[in-house]
Antibody, heavy 128, light 111 residues
Framework: QLQLQESGPGLVKPSETLSLTCTVS??????????WGWIRQPPGKGLEWIGS???????YYNPSLKSRVTISVDTSKNQFSLKLSSVTAADTAVYYCPRHTYYYDSSGYSRIDAFDIWGQGTMVTVSS | QSVLTQPPSVSAAPGQKVTISCSGSSSNIGNNYVSWYQQFPGTAPKLLIY???KRPSGIPDRFSGSKSGTSATLGITGLQPGDEADYYCGTWDSSLSAGKVFGGGTKLTVL
């Protein structure tokens, strides 16, 4: 059974870079049927998609975060990672790594479908 | 402010039916698939509905999804106390700020 597990520091200082890794077990990250994403949820608030990556390295990011986000994949370790630079208190949140399916629209562009398997999430606090 | 609009809360008695709405526009719900998620406090969201009205394996048929124009609806019949949770809709937005977007979430209370 496929499982995802987030790991990384729970406390990051303002202006520094938040770094998280998601380890995939029970299946291969190199599946052609899925993308791998990052979603966050500030305390008491809703879900925000950060970005996604395909096993080949193709990425797409939330436009509002794009200037600060880098997502990478290491297929040899069955892992993918998130880096968010210049963090502030507004980046304090639970960070989730879910797998998601995708489809092609009428113009041939890929679109995110559903996030079907999620990691348990990891709380990251931005504070000095 | 979320791109998709959901009611902050809904409530109903056990055994009853409840619907949760998700309103968007032609750039998102109107031309893309909608998915629905259930989230209990302190846990990760769980996929309930994908591609507007399909249920993943293991999701009871008490949960249903539909879409009409630029709105989508999650329906839950035979409400149980264990259904009390937050529910989120999500879809792709094809506007200039393209990306995956979610509703603000709806708190379901089973009275």
């Amino acid at each position: 059974q496929l499982q995802l597990q987030e790991s990384g520091p729970g406390l990051v200082k303002p202006s520094e870079t938040l770094s998280l890794t998601c380890t995939v077990s029970g299946g291969s990250i190199s599946s052609s049927s899925y993308y791998w994403g990052w979603i966050r949820q500030p305390p008491g608030k809703g879900l925000e998609w950060i970005g996604s990556i395909y096993y080949s390295g193709t990425t797409y990011y939330n436009p509002s975060l794009k200037s600060r986000v880098t997502i990478s994949v290491d297929t040899s370790k069955n892992q993918f990672s998130l880096k968010l630079s210049s963090v502030t208190a507004a980046d304090t949140a639970v960070y989730y790594c879910p797998r998601h399916t995708y489809y092609y629209d009428s113009s041939g562009y890929s679109r995110i479908d559903a996030f079907d398997i999620w990691g348990q999430g990891t709380m990251v606090t931005v504070s000095s | 402010q979320s791109v998709l609009t959901q009611p902050p809360s809904v409530s109903a008695a056990p055994g009853q039916k409840v619907t949760i709405s998700c309103s968007g526009s032609s750039s998102n719900i109107g031309n893309n698939y909608v998915s629905w998620y259930q989230q209990f406090p302190g846990t990760a969201p769980k996929l309930l509905i994908y591609e507007n009205n399909k249920r993943p394996s293991g999701i009871p048929d008490r949960f249903s999804g539909s879409k009409s124009g630029t709105s989508a609806t999650l329906g839950i019949t035979g409400l149980q106390p264990g259904d009390e949770a937050d529910y989120y809709c999500g879809t792709w937005d094809s506007s200039l700020s393209a990306g995956k977007v979610f509703g603000g979430g709806t708190k379901l209370t089973v009275l």
